[in-house]
């Protein structure tokens, strides 16, 4: 059973960190995308940034550019997110998910985690 177990979020305050984590298990990982998105209260889900564990460019939505970071560790099949200069509008649940190689959806997500950021 395919799981991705996200960890990490909580309240900070403007202008700090979190880092999140998010946990892969139950296949072989290694030839896909690791993708984080965000969903704030009533609206959409966005991408946050995504990762190739084969190697390849980072790709970050414009809007956490420069203040998000996205890595991973292969051995531990673990992937996070350090998050810093936190703004209110980042405030969200954050997903993990997993885009297998040679497909265009995100096949394999997480539950969840929640961010709040307070002004």
């Known amino acids: 059973q395919v799981q991705l177990v996200e960890s990490g979020g909580g309240l900070v305050q403007a202008g700090g960190s979190l880092r999140l984590s998010c946990a892969a298990s139950?296949?072989?990982?290694?030839?896909?995308?690791m993708g984080w998105f965000r969903q704030a209260p009533g609206k959409e889900r966005d991408f946050v940034a995504s990762m190739p564990w084969s190697g390849g460019s980072t790709r970050y939505a414009d809007s956490v550019k420069g203040r998000f970071t996205f890595s991973g560790d292969i051995a531990k099949n673990t992937v996070y997110l350090q998050m810093t200069r936190l703004k209110p509008e980042d405030t969200a649940v954050y997903y993990c998910?997993?885009?297998?190689?040679?497909?265009?959806?995100?096949?394999?997500w997480g539950q969840g985690t929640q961010v709040t950021v307070s002004s």
């Open positions: 139950g296949r072989t990982f290694s030839s896909d995308t």
């Open positions: 998910a997993a885009r297998r190689w040679g497909h265009d959806a995100y096949s394999y």
